[in-house]
């Protein structure tokens, strides 16, 4: 059985900064694409940053320059740090990887980690 576990979300002021983390566990053989999602309210979930295993990145568009995504593949997690965090950016962050077990090759979803940014 395979988990993802994240951490690091809170409640900050605009303009301040967090890092999310989120470590997979389990029978893991190996992990393709690990990315960051996050839903607000009253709207869809949508892709924040994403990483392959090699390191490649991709960003959304309204956090390039200010989030960093990252990842340690001896650990098997995935870092998130926001910066210049903004109110817009208040919503629920999930963390989701592709991940190669033994017989087949699934897409796991963390549990979610709220981020607040008040004004």
């Known amino acids: 059985q ?12 605009a303009g301040g900064s967090l890092r999310l983390s989120c470590a997979a566990s389990g029978s893991i053989f190996s992990i393709n694409m690990m990315g960051w999602y996050r839903q607000a309210p009253g709207k869809q979930r949508e892709l924040v940053a ?13 956090v390039k320059g200010r989030f ?15 910066n210049s965090l903004k109110p817009e950016d208040t919503a ?8 190669v ?19």
Request: glycine share 10%; aromatic share 10%.
């Open 2 to 13: 395979v988990q993802l576990v994240e951490s690091g979300g809170g409640l900050v002021q």
């Open 50 to 62: 994403a990483i392959t295993s090699g390191g490649a990145t991709n960003y959304a568009d309204s």
């Open 68 to 82: 960093t995504i990252s990842r340690d593949n001896a650990k098997n997690t995935v870092y998130l740090q926001m």
């Open 92 to 99: 629920v962050y999930y963390c989701k990887a592709n991940i």
């Open 101 to 119: 077990e033994i017989l087949r090759r699934y897409d796991y979803w963390g549990q979610g980690t709220q981020v607040t940014v008040s004004s």
